[in-house]
């Protein structure tokens, strides 16, 4: 796998919110901040741009602009992104400023994502960006999700809805799912 020198890394909704157990549930991959830490410190050392996305909720809910679940994780709280995009819905290319806009204007074509949750936004903004013609990268182990119920009241697993969620990505061509640990050893590999 290669990195190119100018793959941005989209950090999506990785939000002090999330850690409300009592809102959203049982989450799974508890190593997916560390795996995140760990490609913000690649992007930061071979100077690749960094994006971050933040999702602003509906008022009263933990990802309120007025909440204190808004704030980004310490993680990620100390990073100087080249664009912060801030969204209302699930797709970070439906934020302000416009994020397909700015990496036409960079000449971005490789995007690396992880961030929260891994079904929902970060699934969202993959398929989109597959859709617009980026090379997508998924560590999907830099990715957490939820315990969710279906329509008809049954509980999915966390695990199995990352595990779908990478399914349904990889099976259809939206984007390569990979483990942090292969993005990293390309990053930090000379470009050819």
């Known amino acids: 796998m290669d990195i190119a020198t100018d793959a941005a890394l989209l950090v999506i909704d990785v939000q002090q919110g999330f850690d409300d157990a009592g809102f959203w549930g049982r989450r799974d991959n508890p190593d997916a901040e560390g795996n995140i830490g760990a490609l913000l410190a690649a992007w930061r050392r071979t100077g690749r741009p960094v994006v971050v996305v933040q999702h602003v909720s509906a008022p009263g809910r933990p990802l309120a602009a007025d909440a204190p679940g808004h704030a980004l994780k310490p993680v990620v709280a100390g990073v100087e992104p080249a664009l912060l995009v801030r969204k ?105």
């Open 88 to 192: 209302t819905v699930n797709s970070a290319f439906y934020g302000t400023p416009d994020l397909h806009a700015w990496l036409g204007a960079a000449g971005v074509r490789q995007l690396v994502l992880c961030g929260i949750q891994t079904n929902m936004c970060v699934e969202t903004t993959a398929r989109m960006a597959g859709n617009l013609g980026y090379d997508v990268v998924l560590p999907v182990d830099a990715t957490h999700t939820f315990d969710l119920a279906g329509p008809d009241g049954t509980v999915v697993r966390a695990e199995d809805l990352a595990r779908a969620t990478a399914t349904n990505l990889h099976g259809g061509g939206f984007a390569r799912v990979v483990a942090t640990a292969d993005v990293l050893a390309a990053a930090e590999r000379p470009a050819a």
